[in-house]
């Protein structure tokens, strides 16, 4: 599967990559996608402040990040703006923030990495794919950057920087997906290729509650 992720060094060592079509949108055609944009700025303290209600598989969840380390938090439900309809994915740029909303005026919020300057997108999306231990092969881009990638790394493989988990999306080469151990401490900064990479806990979280369809709004 093709895909794009990770810091050079680290796609030579671990195996990652994810790549992007890089287009900007202006604030008017975000606005006409989807009104109150705007209020996505809000959410810093009510996300703080909401009560834990953590997801599915919670304790888990909560094992598997002890063992293996978290910079960021828990995924948890936070309110959100009621205009998104429930069952879509906003993706925020700029907080490194995926919600998933659940219900009228709420969502669950995950953490994320997302693509790094130049390499990042916005809009519209759909998810047109579910893919169980991927494998993946280093698109294009990836290989222009980094010498040396095989030209498959098996699904399940410790170096597959597509993790248990992908959600392919209908944009050139570019899915949500989970990541490799050394790259788990990229959550939260801007560091892929043009892919939104997760906690492989997490994406196995969401992969669950998403089904082929599930639209996606990426926003600054």
């Not at 996505?40 to 997801?55: C, G, I, K, S, V």
């Not at 969840?61 to 069952?87: D, L």
């Not at 881009?141 to 399940?156: F, K, T």
């Amino acid at each position: 599967m093709p895909g794009h992720e990770g810091t050079e060094q680290d796609i030579l060592n671990q195996g990652g990559a994810d790549a992007p079509q890089a287009q900007v949108f202006s604030r008017r055609d975000l606005l006409a996608w989807s009104a109150g944009i705007g209020g996505l700025a809000a959410l810093a303290p009510l996300e703080a402040a909401a009560a834990p209600h953590r997801y599915r598989n919670a304790r888990a969840s909560a094992a598997a990040a002890r063992q293996n380390g978290r910079a960021q938090p828990m995924p948890h439900e936070i309110a959100f703006p009621a205009q998104y309809q429930p069952g879509t994915i906003i993706v925020s740029l700029g907080r490194r923030r995926l919600f998933l909303t659940s219900g009228p005026g709420r969502a669950i919020v995950y953490p994320v990495a997302v693509g790094k300057a130049g390499r990042s997108w916005q809009g519209w999306a759909r998810v047109d794919g579910k893919h169980v231990n991927p494998a993946w092969s280093p698109p294009a881009v990836v290989r222009a950057s980094v010498r040396g990638l095989p030209d498959i790394i098996p699904g399940g493989a410790p170096n597959n920087p597509m993790g248990p988990r992908a959600l392919t999306l209908d944009r050139h080469e570019i899915a949500i997906h989970g990541t490799t151990r050394s790259m788990r401490r990229s959550i939260g900064s801007a560091a892929s290729f043009g892919c939104i990479r997760m906690y492989n806990e997490d994406i196995v979280d969401l992969f669950d509650r998403v089904r082929v369809g599930t639209p996606v709004l990426s926003i600054a």
